[in-house]
């Protein structure tokens, strides 16, 4: 794509061309596919900076410092996926939008794939009761709920007695403490909870929710894989992956927390800004960090970490409830979390604050010391679209990446051109492809079905660039070094 604001300047990267000072890249091979309306969308972003000078004044300022696009860089709504943006003196959370702390999880297992595949009929029946037809059996007392909200997986660890029924059987002491040293950011501080009374219920008394163990929709999954090659053997061997082995990953946010908190930090960023000054024509309001500001920013951290907290040990249940139906059909069953991250979320390093908008944190040996991967660089999780292959990476602490790498493979179709897609083509994934959503195809209504196959057409494989342009893309420009392939066997859409 030729585009008067992209200028190329290495085999992997492009200087993207704007009235400001600070450096923006766009991390991409000449055969990643590029979008016009994403760079479109990405410089009116950019007028954010315009804003910050507006705003800062003698003890109060803030600039933006750089920006670093990864690969699968395409139009979000209002901001592009892919988008990493550093600043000092102000947080954006519209930059992240609604589903606060979505991130991505996986855990390696001691089946193998020769094990499974014989169970794959019977796997998808008893996946679909467990997500979607009443056998989330995962019971909270109130006080459980507030503790995982205040304080993640500690939370959870803190608040664990008593479990006497349902998935918290099967939970070992030893696995949250362990998943507690392998999930980037899912312990955070939390002084006053925003309005959710009603969703932690009783303090005293268990009952069930409708939000956890939930995915959500969109390109959320959860997805039975096996390591289909090893490609760094070294780090393979250090994290516990072996050719052959299956392997659950899990994509998915903060559901209706998130969005609650993603709407309540925008009013707050909005209701601090100055009534005099006229509103940021792209619409986005930024919060300048200053002493003036401090109720407004603790506030804004409270949400924004209360769904961060939740996101990370909804993925856990997610997964925990793939292993038990995995033991219910093969008996015991070693699951242990790899990694947990984080891509939609924004951080405090020092005196920056790091906004990440699809983009998954990809630091080096350097930045992981005091963590099991200060010998291999932190795990990066990049999944295909549906059906195509996933990757396993070590990060490598691209400074001018500002140490992020892609989230998945990144959309190259809208979800309305991707309707109009080839029928036969996606006639054909279907057949070759095991999904298993709410719907059970042989006893769905034909309306129903309809509705659903749309849903699905949406994420199918075409609307999607292809993936492997992208990790090698991450590969020759140093942001991370592939360790494994995953292949898909099963995958559960909401």
């Given at each position: 794509?030729?585009?008067?604001?992209?200028?190329?300047?290495?085999?992997?990267e492009?200087?993207?061309?704007?009235?400001?000072?600070?450096?923006?890249?766009l991390?991409?091979?000449?055969?990643v596919?590029?979008?016009?309306?994403?760079?479109?969308?990405?410089?009116?972003?950019?007028?954010?900076?315009?804003?910050?000078?507006?705003?800062?004044?003698?003890?109060?300022?803030?600039?933006?410092?750089?920006?670093?696009?990864?690969?699968?860089?395409?139009?979000?709504?209002?901001?592009?996926?892919?988008?990493?943006?550093?600043?000092?003196g102000?947080?954006?959370?519209?930059?992240?939008?609604?589903?606060?702390?979505?991130?991505?999880?996986?855990?390696?297992?001691?089946?193998?794939?020769?094990?499974?595949?014989?169970?794959?009929?019977?796997?998808?029946?008893?996946?679909?009761?467990?997500?979607?037809?009443g056998?989330?059996?995962?019971?909270?007392?109130?006080?459980?709920?507030?503790?995982?909200?205040?304080?993640?997986?500690?939370?959870?660890?803190?608040?664990?007695?008593?479990?006497?029924?349902?998935?918290?059987?099967?939970?070992q002491l030893?696995?949250l403490?362990?998943?507690?040293?392998?999930?980037?950011?899912?312990?955070?501080?939390?002084?006053?909870?925003?309005?959710?009374?009603?969703?932690?219920?009783?303090?005293?008394?268990?009952?069930?929710d409708?939000?956890?163990?939930?995915?959500?929709?969109?390109?959320?999954?959860?997805?039975?894989?096996?390591?289909?090659?090893?490609?760094?053997?070294?780090?393979?061997?250090?994290?516990?992956?072996?050719?052959?082995?299956?392997?659950?990953?899990?994509?998915?946010?903060?559901?209706?927390?998130?969005?609650?908190?993603?709407q309540?930090?925008?009013?707050?960023?909005?209701?601090a800004?100055?009534?005099?000054?006229?509103?940021?024509?792209?619409?986005?309001?930024?919060?300048?960090?200053?002493?003036?500001?401090?109720?407004?920013?603790?506030?804004?951290?409270?949400?924004?970490?209360?769904?961060?907290?939740?996101?990370?040990?909804?993925?856990?249940?997610?997964?925990?409830?793939?292993?038990?139906?995995?033991?219910?059909?093969?008996?015991?069953?070693?699951?242990?979390?790899?990694?947990?991250?984080?891509?939609?979320?924004?951080?405090?390093?020092?005196?920056?604050?790091?906004?990440?908008?699809?983009?998954?944190?990809?630091?080096?040996?350097?930045?992981?010391?005091?963590?099991?991967?200060?010998?291999?660089?932190?795990?990066v999780?990049?999944?295909?679209?549906?059906?195509?292959?996933?990757?396993?990476?070590?990060?490598?602490?691209?400074?001018?990446?500002?140490?992020?790498?892609?989230?998945?493979?990144?959309?190259k179709?809208?979800?309305?051109?991707?309707?109009?897609?080839?029928?036969?083509?996606?006639?054909q994934?279907?057949q070759d492809?095991?999904?298993?959503?709410?719907?059970?195809?042989?006893?769905?209504?034909?309306?129903?079905?309809?509705?659903?196959?749309?849903?699905?057409?949406?994420?199918?494989?075409?609307?999607?660039?292809?993936?492997?342009?992208?990790?090698?893309?991450?590969?020759?420009?140093?942001?991370?070094?592939?360790?494994?392939?995953?292949?898909?066997?099963?995958?559960?859409k909401?």
């Open positions: 794509m030729h585009h008067q604001h992209l200028t190329r300047i290495s085999a992997t492009l200087q993207v061309n704007h009235p400001y000072s600070f450096p923006t890249r991390f991409a091979t000449p055969e596919t590029l979008e016009r309306r994403a760079v479109d969308e990405l410089l009116r972003l950019l007028d954010l900076q315009g804003t910050l000078e507006q705003l800062s004044t003698d003890g109060l300022s803030a600039h933006i410092e750089r920006v670093a696009l990864t690969p699968d860089f395409h139009k979000g709504a209002g901001i592009p996926v892919g988008t990493v943006i550093q600043g000092r102000f947080i954006l959370p519209q930059a992240i939008g609604n589903d606060v702390g979505c991130g991505m999880s996986l855990h390696t297992t001691s089946l193998s794939r020769e094990a499974l595949e014989p169970w794959l009929d019977a796997l998808e029946s008893r996946l679909r009761h467990s997500f979607f037809q056998g989330r059996d995962l019971p909270l007392t109130g006080r459980q709920r507030e503790a995982l909200l205040r304080g993640g997986v500690a939370g959870l660890l803190s608040a664990r007695r008593p479990l006497p029924q349902g998935l918290w059987r099967q939970i030893h696995e403490e362990q998943a507690l040293t392998r999930t980037e950011s899912g312990s955070l501080p939390v002084q006053r909870l925003p309005g959710l009374r009603d969703w932690m219920g009783e303090p005293d008394r268990l009952s069930w409708g939000q956890s163990g939930s995915l959500g929709g969109g390109n959320h999954f959860l997805e039975l894989q096996y390591v289909h090659r090893v490609l760094d053997a070294p780090t393979a061997h250090a994290w516990g992956l072996r050719s052959g082995q299956v392997t659950v990953m899990v994509h998915s946010g903060s559901l209706g927390i998130g969005h609650l908190a993603g309540l930090a925008f009013e707050l960023a909005k209701g800004y100055p009534a005099g000054l006229v509103h940021p024509a792209n619409g986005f309001f930024p919060l300048l960090t200053g002493e003036r500001n401090a109720a407004a920013l603790q506030a804004m951290q409270d949400v924004l970490n209360t769904a961060a907290n939740f996101a990370v040990v909804n993925r856990l249940f997610l997964a925990l409830m793939a292993r038990s139906v995995l033991q219910g059909m093969l008996g015991d069953v070693e699951f242990p979390l790899l990694y947990d991250a984080a891509h939609n979320f924004i951080w405090q390093e020092g005196s920056h604050w790091l906004h990440r908008k699809g983009a998954t944190p990809s630091r080096g040996d350097e930045q992981m010391q005091d963590t099991p991967f200060a010998y291999t660089g932190e795990p999780l990049v999944p295909g679209s549906m059906g195509a292959s996933s990757f396993v990476l070590a990060g490598q602490g691209h400074p001018q990446a500002l140490h992020s790498a892609s989230h998945g493979a990144g959309r179709q809208g979800r309305g051109e991707a309707m109009h897609a080839n029928e036969d083509e996606f006639e994934f279907l492809f095991r999904v298993v959503t709410p719907l059970d195809w042989n006893r769905a209504r034909a309306d129903v079905r309809a509705q659903k196959r749309n849903e699905l057409k949406q994420e199918a494989p075409f609307a999607y660039k292809g993936i492997g342009p992208v990790i090698r893309t991450l590969e020759q420009a140093g942001i991370a070094r592939p360790v494994a392939e995953l292949r898909p066997l099963l995958t559960v909401g």
